[in-house]
């Protein structure tokens, strides 16, 4: 039914070029939330709704490091991505027909801000995806179930969330309900028993609802 996809099927254009870029200003810039090779130095570069930081903003370019997320989009063209080293998750209402500004933020009390859990310990509404310097998976990953619901892979905090919709909101709230790996909303030890997780990479939920996740470590 996508006019992109005749007859269901989706072929290649490796010659295709991309037709949007998110997070940054053009298409010849990698920097973190603007800053790279430290121009901002000593002051780390704050986020904002038009920004992302996938690589450390020390380095230079890609070349030099980066991170792996997977994204989803829902039923309405939305699509949520998880900005890596800025701990938190946006969502970018219908991109494609709409502009490249991220239009709401989960994990962050703002999208200002960028510290793993706020610069605190785990709650129900903060995230840690990014381990310090040279320490840790550099992976996350976030979905969004039949319901509505946003399931993150809350990576550094070795759990998963769950940020349930909310018909009033007409979206995911900003806190979650269910937590996998840990046995409240307040802890993030890791572990190998089978309710317990060590660093969660990404999370799939199937039509029946069985959640698939890829436990990292």
Same mark, same amino acid.
């Given at each position: 039914?996508?006019i992109? $996809? &005749?007859d269901?099927? $989706? &072929?290649?254009?490796?010659?295709?070029?991309a037709?949007?870029?998110? @997070? %940054?200003?053009? =298409?010849?810039t990698?920097?973190?939330?603007?800053?790279?090779?430290? %121009?901002?130095?000593?002051?780390a570069?704050?986020p904002?709704?038009?920004?992302? $930081? +996938?690589?450390?903003?020390?380095q230079v370019?890609i070349s030099?490091?980066?991170?792996?997320v997977?994204?989803?989009?829902?039923?309405s063209g939305?699509l949520y991505v998880p900005? =890596?080293?800025?701990?938190?998750?946006l969502r970018?209402d219908?991109? =494609?027909n709409?502009?490249?500004?991220?239009?709401?933020?989960w994990?962050? &009390?703002g =999208?200002?801000?960028?510290? $793993?859990n706020e610069?605190?310990?785990?709650n129900?509404s903060?995230?840690c995806?990014?381990?310090p310097?040279?320490?840790?998976?550099?992976k996350?990953?976030?979905?969004?179930?039949?319901? +509505?619901?946003l399931w993150?892979a809350?990576?550094q905090?070795?759990?998963?969330?769950r940020?349930p919709?909310?018909?009033i909101l007409g979206?995911?709230?900003?806190?979650?309900?269910?937590?996998w790996? %840990?046995?409240?909303?307040?802890?993030?030890?890791? @572990?190998? @028993?089978?309710? %317990?997780?060590n660093?969660?990479?990404?999370?799939?939920?199937?039509? @029946?609802?069985?959640?698939?996740v890829?436990?990292g470590g």
């Amino acid at each position: 039914t996508d006019i992109d $996809c &005749p007859d269901s099927t $989706c &072929p290649i254009d490796p010659d295709r070029p991309a037709d949007i870029v998110l @997070g %940054q200003p053009n =298409f010849n810039t990698s920097a973190c939330n603007g800053d790279s090779a430290f %121009q901002s130095y000593p002051n780390a570069p704050l986020p904002t709704a038009t920004t992302l $930081c +996938g690589v450390l903003w020390n380095q230079v370019s890609i070349s030099e490091g980066g991170s792996a997320v997977t994204m989803v989009t829902d039923p309405s063209g939305n699509l949520y991505v998880p900005d =890596f080293f800025n701990n938190r998750i946006l969502r970018y209402d219908d991109p =494609f027909n709409t502009d490249t500004v991220a239009d709401y933020v989960w994990g962050q &009390p703002g =999208f200002d801000h960028k510290e $793993c859990n706020e610069g605190g310990t785990p709650n129900n509404s903060n995230l840690c995806l990014a381990p310090p310097p040279g320490l840790g998976m550099l992976k996350s990953g976030v979905e969004i179930d039949l319901n +509505g619901n946003l399931w993150v892979a809350d990576t550094q905090n070795n759990r998963v969330l769950r940020f349930p919709w909310e018909p009033i909101l007409g979206r995911p709230g900003p806190t979650a309900d269910l937590v996998w790996g %840990q046995p409240d909303l307040s802890s993030k030890t890791s @572990g190998a @028993g089978l309710n %317990q997780l060590n660093k969660p990479t990404s999370v799939r939920i199937d039509d @029946g609802g069985t959640v698939y996740v890829a436990d990292g470590g």
